[in-house]
C-alpha cells in the first residue's frame, strides 16, 4: 500500500474538493489519499507518504508548509502532483530555488515586484477550456497531443514575464490553454514532478475514470517505494 498526501485545507464548499474526495474514492486498492492540513504535522505526514498531491483552495492556511512540501519533493524525489493553486505555488517556488528570483503569489502579496503567480487574462472560475500538450513533454504521453478539455477554478497563473526565467532554469513548460497561457509544467529529470491549471479530479462525481494523470502520478510513487513490484491501473 502506497501513501499519498494530500496537501490543502479540505473543505467541502468547494465543489473541486468534493471531486477530490471522489477520486480518491477511484484510487487502486494499492494506494490510499490522506487529506494532510497546511496547519497540521506536514513534516510528519511526508515522512510517511510515497507522494503528495498539492491541491487546490488557496491561499493555504500556511504558505510556508506548501513551499517547504514542494521544496522538499523536488529535492528528495518525492513524487509531486500540483493542481489549480498547488501549480501556482509550485512556479512560486520554482522562481525562488532554480531562477533565483524574489517570486511572490499575487494573491498573497499583491504589491510585490515579481509576482510569478498573476492574475490570469480573465478569471477561468468554474470554466472548461482546450488544453494542448507539447509534444514530447510527459503530459503529452499521458493525455496525448491532441486538445482536451480540462476544467478550471482559478483566477491566476504563470506570469508569462517569467517563463524564459524558468525554462533557462530547466522547468519545461508541458502545455499551454486559451486565457491561462501556461497551462502545465514538470521537471524532466525528477522521477515525477508536475503541475497543471487545470483540474484533473473533476468529473469522478460524474463517473469517469481516474484521469491517467492521476494514475501516472500514483504509478510513479508506486515505483519509487517497491521498484521490482510497480502496480499499474
Known amino acids: 500500500m502506497i501513501r499519498i498526501a494530500v496537501l490543502g485545507d479540505r473543505n467541502l464548499e468547494y465543489v473541486t474538493h468534493r471531486e477530490l474526495d471522489a477520486a480518491l474514492g477511484l484510487f487502486p486498492d494499492w494506494a490510499r489519499g490522506e487529506w494532510v492540513a497546511t496547519d497540521s504535522d506536514v513534516t510528519g505526514a511526508l515522512d510517511r507518504a510515497d507522494g503528495v498531491w498539492l491541491r487546490p483552495g488557496t491561499p493555504y492556511r500556511d504558505d510556508d508548509a506548501a513551499f517547504a512540501a514542494i521544496r522538499r519533493a523536488r529535492e528528495s524525489g518525492l513524487a509531486l502532483l500540483g493542481t489549480c493553486g498547488g501549480f501556482q505555488y509550485i512556479v512560486v517556488e520554482l522562481a525562488r530555488s532554480l531562477a533565483g528570483i524574489d517570486a511572490h503569489h499575487a494573491e498573497t502579496d499583491p504589491h510585490a515586484e515579481a509576482l ?10 468554474g470554466e472548461e477550456r482546450p488544453v494542448t500538450c507539447v509534444p514530447g513533454t510527459r503530459l ?7 486538445p482536451f478539455v480540462g476544467f478550471h477554478w482559478c483566477s491566476y497563473g504563470l506570469s508569462d514575464d517569467f517563463v524564459d526565467a524558468l525554462t533557462a532554469a530547466g522547468v519545461v513548460v508541458s502545455a499551454h490553454a486559451p486565457d491561462a497561457g501556461v497551462e502545465a509544467i514538470e521537471l524532466p529529470d ?44
Open 116 to 125: 510569478v503567480a498573476a492574475p490570469l487574462a480573465c478569471s477561468l472560475i
Open 190 to 233: 525528477h522521477p515525477f514532478f508536475v503541475a497543471t491549471l487545470f483540474q484533473p479530479q473533476v468529473g469522478a462525481l460524474a463517473g469517469r475514470p481516474l484521469h491517467p494523470l492521476i494514475g501516472a502520478f500514483l504509478e510513479a510513487a508506486a515505483r519509487a517505494a517497491q521498484p521490482s513490484t510497480t502496480p499499474s491501473i
Open 140 to 146: 503529452a504521453e499521458l493525455c496525448g497531443t491532441e
